[in-house]
């Protein structure tokens, strides 16, 4: 077989065992690895299978993933995700859909330290679902809210998933962070728009709840520095050029540490439990970067990147037209597989296709994370909402998957901004020292 039907072949299988569960890591592993024995034989395919490993874990670059996933972890499990949320309901609580566009608000400075969708949707359902099931929210909307607004945690910087974008396509990793800053203030003010609108339309939605006393809010503020702190000390640093990615994560998860230890909010139980979520998360992003790093030398000698990229180059369409043929290929691929798979499956075929095309890399990536943000809202794989059904037991499914569709029409007006207007994602790192 020649190396192009070999490579086909890989990838066909690849997506199989995706769609059975099999982990995304042992799966490039297997493909990659048995592909490379096909196309060069067992001694070159072991020689990879032996050296990947530590080449890749070696690197300095990955250093930075550990750090920000330990003081997402430091924080979450810290308690200051509930006193964030009473803050921000103490300023805007008592508009129209109060409670629902606090989640929003609430999971978008969250996402800002914890970097991770699973993290803030998992502690917005925690936090916000009780206080709006005690408001007598609409089901459909709160459900909604909370998955929505985690989707957050991978466009606000610090994100894992750019971070993990930058390691995959030698992106600078620091510019990659700031480029989702806009986007996702964007789509948070998105988000809140529509459940305002929506409950303006239908005010049984969200009861208003009363306004709080301006003592109160000055008060509430007192749960808020520490975010704002922190945020301002790592990405700021990273923005005005005083860190590097890694330095601004060390830095982030020190100060996140410091807090805890110094309001006593983190038992030793807790700091002990979030040492082990943050080595398995970490551990797990490796496993699969090592098995990409192994895939990705068995596609570049299938030679199928540069057949796409040369049969491409031929057709007689625009850019911008072969663009949108690009995201629909993502979004159709965001109904069946998980966003990483999704990153490390097609990486290395559109990447070069994309810079060859004259698109920004780093505003590629940020596209990308929105084509993900849709996959998680939407069905059979919806990610985001199952998150929140196997919190919220009584709330059928299906009626939160019916509940997150204006959600998703926003998203994808965000989308179509961030497209016709590539400015809204480079201005940012184009400004950076």
Same mark, same amino acid.
């Given at each position: ?6 490579? @086909? ?24 690895? +048995? $592909?490379?024995?096909?196309?060069? $034989? ?7 299978? $032996? #050296? ?11 250093? %930075? ?11 979450? *499990?810290? =308690? ?40 803030? &949707? ?32 991978? !466009? ?48 049984? !939605? ?21 975010? @704002? *702190? !922190?945020?301002?000390?790592?990405? =700021? ?35 002990? #439990? &979030?040492?082990?979520? &943050? ?31 040369? #049969? ?22 965001? +109904? ?7 990153? %490390?499956? &097609? ?16 505003? *590629?990536? %940020? %596209? ?39 959600? !998703? +029409? ?12 590539? $400015? ?10």
């Amino acid at each position: 077989m020649s190396p192009e039907i070999i490579g @086909v072949l890989g990838i066909i299988i690849l997506l199989i065992l995706f769609m059975i569960r099999v982990p995304v890591s042992i799966s490039l592993i297997i493909v990659g690895t +048995l $592909g490379l024995v096909f196309i060069r $034989g067992w001694d070159s395919a072991l020689v990879q299978l $032996g #050296t990947t490993p530590f080449s890749t874990a070696s690197s300095y670059s990955l250093s %930075v993933i550990p750090l920000f996933i330990l003081m997402g972890m430091i924080l979450s *499990f810290s =308690g200051f995700g509930k006193d964030l949320y009473t803050a921000v309901d103490s300023w805007i609580g008592h508009v129209k859909g109060g409670l629902a566009i606090t989640t929003i608000g609430t999971s978008a400075l969250f996402s800002a330290i914890s970097g991770s969708v699973n993290a803030t &949707t998992a502690t917005m359902a925690r936090i916000a679902l009780p206080e709006m099931k005690k408001y007598r929210y609409n089901d459909a909307l709160s459900t909604s809210c909370v998955a929505a607004g985690g989707t957050l945690g991978i !466009l606000i910087p610090p994100s894992v998933i750019l971070v993990l974008y930058g390691i995959l396509t030698m992106e600078p990793i620091g510019k990659l962070l700031i480029a989702g800053l806009v986007p996702g203030i964007l789509q948070m003010l998105l988000f809140m728009l529509v459940i305002y609108l929506m409950v303006l339309r239908k005010p049984s !939605l969200a009861p208003v709840t009363a306004k709080k006393p301006l003592k109160v809010k000055m008060k509430s503020l007192n749960s808020v520095w520490p975010f @704002v *702190f !922190l945020f301002a000390l790592s990405i =700021g640093g990273i923005y005005f050029g005083y860190f590097t990615p890694t330095e601004a994560g060390g830095i982030g998860a020190f100060g996140a540490f410091l807090l805890a230890l110094l309001t006593k909010r983190l038992t030793w139980t807790d700091f002990k #439990t &979030t040492l082990n979520e &943050t080595t398995r998360l970490t551990a797990m992003i490796f496993f699969i970067l090592i098995g990409a790093d192994i895939f990705s030398k068995f596609l570049a000698l299938s030679r199928i990147p540069a057949v796409i990229t040369q #049969t491409v180059s031929d057709l007689d369409m625009s850019p911008m037209a072969i663009m949108m043929l690009i995201l629909i290929v993502y979004f159709i691929l965001g +109904l069946f597989l998980e966003g990483i798979a999704i990153f %490390v499956l &097609t990486l290395p075929v559109v990447y070069p296709l994309i810079t060859m095309l004259g698109f920004d890399g780093i505003w *590629f990536g %940020v %596209v990308m994370i929105f084509v993900m943000n849709i996959g998680l809202l939407t069905p059979p794989m919806g990610l985001s909402v199952y998150i929140i059904s196997g919190v919220v037991k009584d709330v059928p499914i299906q009626r939160i998957f019916k509940g997150v569709i204006p959600m !998703l +029409l926003m998203m994808i007006l965000c989308l179509a901004l961030v497209v016709v207007f590539p $400015g809204i994602v480079t201005f940012l790192p184009n400004m950076m020292k």
